[in-house]
Structures are given as C-alpha cells and as structure tokens.
C-alpha cells in the first residue's frame, strides 16, 4: 500500500518562526503536492513537483516556499509564520504512470498548524 | 469559481437511508474522482470515473458523470454510522495534470 507520512500531526508556533512541514512517500511517485484546507474554502493547491529539484506554484503559493532534493521527500517551508497561515495542510503523492494519468492522489494524515 | 461546485454542503440521514451528493465543473474534464475524507485525517480516494463513461459501481457506492451538464453524483447505499465523513468531488482537466477539488459535503448517518 501506498504511504504518505508527515511528519508532524500538530505544530504550535509563533508570529514570525520558519516552520519546515515534511513529506515523506514510499511508492517512489514522481509528483507530490501541498494542500492547505480551511472550512469553506476547500482544499486549494500551493505548490506541486512532478521531479526532483522541480516545483510548480499552485493557486496559494505567496508565503510559502517548497524543496525536493529527494524522489521521495518534498518540504514545504514557511519563512516567517503569520496567523492568517493556521490551517490544515495536507500532502499528496501520486504516479506518472502510464498515459492517460489518473490523478489519483495518495494523501497523507494531515499537519494541523496553529500559529500564534 | 473555476472549483467544481458540491451540494448539499451538509446531509444528514438515518442508517439504511441512501446518500446522495452531487458535483457541477465548468470545463472540460478527463476524469472526476470522489474522495473521502474521515474528521482531522487525510483524504482516501474512493472512485474514479473517466469522461468517456457515464456510471460506475464500488460496492456501495454509485457515480453517475453527465459531461453534457458537467455534472457527478455520489450514491451511497444503505449508509451506515460508519460512513459519517466529508466527501469530495476533484476533477482531472483535459488542459491540465492536477486535481482540483470541490469544497465537499459533510455527510452524518445517524445510527
């Protein structure tokens, strides 16, 4: 079966830290992919990787910056924590695969981060 | 909103009584997917239907895809307790690789 682990299921943090969210799949999938869901506004795309070394803005990418020096790791990064960035976020992995590609998304549990 | 449209956004029923949730798009799709989403957890995908099919069946559940009305419906059947949880439609655009997603609809079944 498909895992996505991350690492951290609750963060605290204050006004202004660098927080590291991690990302860890072990399907050897080529793309991987930050969410942040809020209630009412569903789950919107910050940034995605189709490879290593590689990322794509989503629609929410201000703020937030991502790293993928491995095939299976892919951090995302917040500079300087604001309150307005407390939400849930959620990392997705999925295959290339064969064409036509699927999309079907492996998700991981879920990194609920409160900032102060 | 170029985000697929869920409704109801809140549905409350009885164990045994059927569920159904309904997803509307505006462009053109490749597939639509239904996931699942249990409270405070990831999402798991439930089902898949590609644009060149018009239904599709996993054990209790149903998807109907209308490409004419860019529509989908999810139908659980003989809901049970257990099925409480958020569900979400997300489409595969022709023009692009990546979901999106639907803003889901919380489903209660009341034992």
């Known amino acids: 079966d498909v895992k996505v682990t991350q690492s951290s299921r609750y963060l605290v943090k204050r006004t202004g830290e660098k927080v590291f969210l991690e990302c860890v799949q072990d399907?050897?999938?080529?793309?991987m992919f930050w969410y942040r869901q809020d209630p009412g506004l569903g789950l919107r795309l910050i940034y995605f990787?189709?490879?290593?070394?590689?990322?794509e803005k989503g629609d929410i990418p201000e703020g937030y910056s991502v790293s993928r020096e491995k095939k299976e790791r892919f951090s995302l990064i917040l500079e300087s924590a604001s309150t307005n960035q407390t939400s849930m976020y959620l990392c997705?992995?999925?295959?290339?695969?064969?064409?036509?590609?699927?999309?079907?998304?492996?998700f991981g549990e879920g990194s609920r981060l409160t900032v102060l | 909103s170029q985000q697929g449209e869920e409704d109801p956004q809140a549905l409350s029923i009885q164990e045994g009584e059927n569920a159904t949730m309904n997803c509307s798009y505006k462009?053109?799709?490749?597939?639509l997917q239904w996931y699942r989403q249990n409270s405070g957890r990831g999402l798991v995908h439930l089902i898949l239907?590609?644009?060149?099919?018009r239904e599709k069946h996993s054990g209790r559940l149903r998807v109907t895809l209308d490409t004419s009305k860019k529509s989908s419906s999810l139908l659980i059947t003989a809901s049970r307790a257990a099925d409480t949880a958020s569900y979400f439609c997300?489409?595969?655009?022709?023009?692009?690789?990546?979901?999106?997603f639907g803003e889901g609809t919380q489903l209660t079944v009341n034992p």
């Open positions: 997705a992995s999925s295959s290339l695969g064969a064409p036509p590609n699927t999309g079907e998304l492996f």
């Open positions: 399907m050897d999938h080529e793309n």
């Open positions: 990787s189709y490879d290593v070394k590689m990322k």
């Open positions: 462009t053109s799709i490749n597939n």
């Open positions: 239907i590609r644009s060149n099919e």
């Open positions: 997300a489409r595969l655009e022709t023009s692009g690789s990546r979901l999106t």
